[in-house]
């Protein structure tokens, strides 16, 4: 028991005489504490939002996928079809009357074109896989349904013997949009969105790496570089929606362009990614040590044939990184291509570049809006696909960034 008091005085003793060390050293500071203690709280603050913000982000994309994988099947019900000028004339009646209610009326609009690409069928009874409504088959995907009871005993039936089952969904890559939600898909978006971004690139691309190029090799430090350097640095700041306004204003009411269409809507989103392209080739070129240049002086070439044959070789790589990651984003905005109404019911892929579109972003907004649930769905799976390339683009950026980068 003596041990522990001595023990106990002694580091009281201890710590009183190095509060007396720190009092008399003329250059202890007294907030040295205090600055520990707010170092301390801001790295407790920067975790915790940094653990949140990866709570948030697996939380989202936990919701998303459970909830747009189911779309990625779809029910088909084994039923039979017969085929005779009667049922093609009315394609209704191609079928039982009891299946009526739970088959598809997009599929049974098809009939015509079934019997036109295989004329064997007609004259015929096939037991046909068929497709069935979102409500059946929203009930084989255990969600929220409105069946009547008489549907439903015949849907559990076909169920229980094997010719009602969920199979993988096609028609999401190979349909465009559709009014009923189970023959609705998002290959017309897909085209239309790969035809708005080659315009976009054949555009911004060539125009944003000459700019960079001229004010970063050519052009001399004046009033008026300076001014083009503020508008772009502004430009990329702005408000997506500004350029779509732009867009309408320039390119549909004053050139007359056709509304819609990937050609307006790529020159729109030119105009934004421009800025993008400008700056990030700019700082690739910037990148290049003046070294290189002067080496190429002191051989006698000209100020082009350096640009051409040294420096420009040498920013390339970032040049790219930064055109994929402003193509990246252009990919997914949505406000510009509303305002010139790439928004619009597009069940038909566009062929050119002039006749009227849509887009992935559009298309999962308009999706968003519809009340049948089947939709809901096909919201969560149209992002998953967007979310999908969009990281495809980025993970290339990054591969051709380290695989070309150079090392000074």
């Known amino acids: 028991m ?25 250059f202890y500071d007294p907030s040295l504490q205090k600055r520990h203690a707010q170092a301390r709280r801001f790295k407790f603050l920067t975790v915790a939002s940094i653990i949140f913000a990866i709570s948030f982000l697996v939380f989202f994309l936990g919701d998303m996928i459970v909830k747009g994988l189911p ?53 015929t009874t096939q037991a046909t896989w068929v497709l069935v409504n979102h409500q059946v088959d929203q009930y084989m995907k255990g969600h929220y349904y409105k069946i009547k009871n008489k549907y439903l005993n015949i849907v559990k039936e076909k169920q229980a ?23 609705s898909g998002i290959k017309s978006a897909i085209i239309g969105s790969i035809l708005t971004l080659i315009v976009t690139m054949i555009i911004a691309f060539p125009l944003g790496v000459m700019t960079a190029v001229y ?6 430090d004046s009033y008026w570089t300076q001014l083009i350097e503020i508008n772009i640095n502004n430009l990329a700041a702005i408000p997506s929606i500004l350029f779509g306004l732009l867009g309408l204003a320039v390119f549909i ?19 934004m990614t421009l800025p993008i392209i400008i700056v990030s080739a700019r700082a690739a070129l910037r990148s290049v040590p003046d070294s290189i240049r002067q080496a190429g002086y002191g051989l006698g070439l000209t100020k082009i044939q350096v640009v051409q044959d040294h420096v420009m070789p040498l920013a390339f790589p970032g040049i790219m990184t930064g055109s994929i990651i402003g193509l990246s984003q252009a990919m997914g905005e949505t406000a510009p291509l509303i305002i010139i109404g790439m928004i619009a019911f597009i069940p038909d892929s566009p062929s050119s570049i002039f006749q009227a579109a849509t887009v992935m972003p559009a298309q999962i907004f308009t999706w968003a809006g519809m009340p049948e649930r089947a939709y809901i769905e096909r919201t969560a799976a149209g992002i998953m696909v967007l979310l999908s390339i969009l990281i495809s683009l980025n993970a290339l950026a990054i591969y051709l960034r380290k695989k070309f980068e150079v090392n000074w």
Do not use: C
């Not at 041990?3 to 003793?13: D, I, L, M, W």
């Not at 019997?115 to 004259?123: A, F, G, I, R």
């Open 215 to 220: 004010l970063e090799e050519f052009a001399h």
């Open 2 to 26: 003596t041990y522990f008091k001595s023990e106990s005085s002694s580091v009281s003793k201890l710590s009183s005489s190095q509060k007396k060390i720190k009092t008399d050293n003329p």
């Open 253 to 271: 009411n004053l050139f007359g362009m056709p509304r819609s269409s990937p050609l307006v809507g790529g020159l729109t989103l030119a105009l």
């Open 161 to 183: 013997v094997g010719e009602l089952e969920l199979r993988f969904n096609t028609i999401f890559f190979t349909h465009g949009d559709s009014k009923i939600p189970e023959n």
């Open 71 to 123: 779309a990625f099947q779809q029910s088909y019900m084994l039923i039979d079809v017969t085929y005779n000028e009667k049922t093609v004339d009315s394609t209704r009646k191609a079928i039982d009357k009891k299946y009526r209610r739970i088959v598809s009326r997009s599929w049974l609009r098809d009939i015509p074109a079934m019997v036109e690409q295989d004329p064997s069928l007609m004259n």
